[in-house]
């Protein structure tokens, strides 16, 4: 590669400092964005409360650029509202885009983690059955092999205590039969399952080996979908979530 210094001069930064100076404020702003998003998700900034950008900039030393792109994003989410002469305000939890992974993430460390937790898995319950089942009739010959291969990687790892490696086999399972369901609308749950699964392993709510129940379960849903056996997919699958249910129960008496 041709030496910098013999290149013609430019105005713009070399890619690897422009990089650097990116991630910087890709940085700065992310930490921004993630403590007042879990202060608005824990209810320490109440509905009504007032934020300002000039606030913002002295309480975390950004720029205004980072305070206002940190509003935006929170807007998108339903989180703030921001209207001329008004500011910016904390919306009401009724207003929230509640599907939106980072919001879901928030409200799962924070205080309300355990309410939280019961919503979405009461959302599963009444979702993966039946996409399972829809997996059983629609998915390709492919997906169909790919679910089996899926299922025996997450019982390897799970007999093996390997936690982290059977979470990320264990979201790839449940977002491949979201997919192969043939329904847009399930396929686009993928990522707040994905949360879910991962906020389960991470908060420390799950068995550091998954029990030998969940992992037969798994593979039966697996198998009724390989076979095209649509009722069995979903019993199975109804059957598995019964046994998450379960285990929250404790936690869902204190949420």
């Given at each position: 590669?041709e030496?910098?210094?013999?290149?013609?001069?430019?105005?713009?930064?070399?890619?690897?400092?422009?990089?650097?100076?990116r991630?910087?404020?890709?940085?700065?702003?992310?930490?921004?964005?993630?403590?007042?998003?879990?202060?608005?998700?824990?209810?320490?900034?109440?509905?009504?409360?007032?934020?300002?950008?000039?606030?913002?900039?002295?309480?975390?030393?950004?720029?205004?650029?980072?305070?206002?792109?940190t509003?935006?994003?929170?807007e998108?989410?339903?989180?703030?509202?921001?209207?001329?002469r008004?500011g910016?305000?904390?919306?009401?939890?009724?207003a929230?885009?509640?599907?939106?992974?980072?919001?879901?993430?928030?409200?799962?460390?924070?205080?309300?983690?355990?309410?939280?937790?019961?919503?979405?898995?009461?959302?599963?319950?009444?979702?993966?059955?039946?996409a399972a089942?829809?997996a059983?009739?629609?998915?390709?010959?492919?997906?169909?092999a790919?679910?089996?291969?899926?299922?025996?990687?997450?019982r390897?790892?799970?007999?093996?205590?390997?936690?982290?490696?059977?979470?990320?086999v264990d979201?790839?399972?449940?977002?491949?039969?979201?997919?192969?369901?043939?329904?847009?609308?399930f396929?686009?749950l993928?990522?707040?399952?994905?949360?879910?699964?991962?906020?389960?392993?991470?908060?420390?709510?799950?068995?550091?080996?998954p029990?030998?129940?969940?992992?037969?379960?798994?593979?039966?849903v697996?198998?009724?979908v390989?076979?095209?056996?649509?009722?069995?997919?979903?019993?199975?699958?109804?059957?598995?979530?019964?046994?998450?249910?379960?285990?929250?129960?404790?936690?869902?008496?204190?949420?």
């Amino acid at each position: 590669m041709e030496p910098a210094r013999h290149r013609a001069p430019s105005r713009r930064p070399p890619a690897s400092l422009a990089s650097v100076r990116r991630e910087g404020i890709e940085s700065r702003h992310g930490t921004v964005l993630d403590a007042i998003g879990r202060e608005i998700t824990a209810g320490e900034l109440a509905a009504g409360d007032t934020l300002t950008l000039e606030g913002i900039q002295g309480r975390f030393g950004v720029s205004r650029t980072v305070a206002r792109e940190t509003m935006r994003i929170l807007e998108s989410m339903g989180l703030v509202s921001s209207r001329r002469r008004i500011g910016i305000t904390v919306r009401e939890v009724t207003a929230w885009n509640v599907f939106d992974p980072r919001v879901i993430w928030w409200r799962l460390a924070g205080s309300g983690r355990d309410a939280q937790l019961r919503s979405l898995t009461e959302l599963r319950i009444a979702v993966e059955p039946l996409a399972a089942g829809a997996a059983a009739r629609n998915a390709a010959d492919q997906q169909r092999a790919r679910i089996v291969e899926l299922g025996g990687e997450m019982r390897r790892l799970g007999e093996a205590g390997l936690l982290e490696e059977f979470l990320d086999v264990d979201i790839a399972f449940h977002t491949l039969l979201l997919e192969a369901s043939g329904n847009e609308m399930f396929t686009a749950l993928a990522d707040v399952v994905a949360v879910v699964l991962r906020g389960r392993t991470q908060l420390g709510l799950m068995p550091h080996h998954p029990v030998p129940e969940a992992l037969e379960a798994h593979e039966g849903v697996a198998a009724a979908v390989a076979a095209g056996r649509e009722r069995d997919a979903e019993d199975a699958m109804r059957d598995l979530l019964g046994e998450v249910r379960d285990a929250m129960v404790a936690l869902w008496g204190r949420g």
